[in-house]
């Protein structure tokens, strides 16, 4: 489990296609790996990977056919936020966070808003039903609330510390986005469909 608070922002230092898997070494930048051991848990864009190999400034990860076909931002030299799993003892500064990503969207709007930046995004329909003003959601991995939504686009205010910290500042129209909707939003959605008498027999 995650919080979505970004620790680091590393980059994809090696890629390597395995079939339709890949192998991918990355730089983990200012992630200190001192307390990360072979099989655990990073959150790379969003992504839970698993370390299958550590050196003292890099980690890598294999990652599945699924994942890839799943997520967007895998490629050599790019450059992806990192977060190392959450201890019960953490601060949980911002929302549970499963690092199984529901699925991608597309970056409709970023823009400049007094000192902060305007980010709108179009979500798959399939996952806009979960998102709710005032809500919660990942995008690359990290922990935003949702401002408003229209339709299936939704619009976050990122305040310059977000910025700063993470790869977000390289967003642009077009761009496509790691999304992991509100775990507590699918359980909701579950529970109703068992409460509904039309689905009884």
């Known amino acids: 489990m995650f919080t979505g608070i970004i620790q680091a922002v590393g980059k994809i230092h090696e890629y390597e296609a395995r079939g339709n898997d890949a192998r991918m070494v990355i730089d983990a930048g200012g992630l200190d790996l001192a307390d990360v051991a072979v099989g655990d848990s ?19 990860v294999d990652v599945s056919a ?24 953490d601060r949980l500064g911002g929302h549970i966070v499963s690092g199984h990503v529901d699925g991608t969207g597309a970056v409709a709007r970023f823009e400049a808003a007094g000192e902060s930046h305007l980010l709108a ?15 919660s959601i990942t995008v690359q991995g990290v922990s935003l609330t949702v401002n408003r939504v229209e339709g299936v686009r939704f619009f976050i205010n990122l ?14 129209p077009g761009s496509r986005v790691n999304l992991e909707i509100d775990m507590v939003a699918r359980y909701v959605e579950r529970l109703t469909q068992f409460m509904n008498p039309s689905d009884k027999d």
């Open 42 to 60: 990073i959150a790379v864009n969003g992504v839970c990977l698993t370390a299958v190999a550590l050196a003292p400034a890099t980690f890598t």
């Open 66 to 89: 699924e994942t890839l076909r799943c997520t967007e931002g895998f490629a050599p030299g790019a450059k992806v936020n990192l977060e190392k799993a959450m201890r019960p003892i």
């Open 121 to 135: 995004i179009d979500a798959p329909a399939e996952l806009a039903r979960y998102i709710a003003a005032k809500g």
């Open 159 to 172: 305040i310059p510390h977000t910025l700063a910290m993470t790869t977000l500042k390289h967003l642009e």
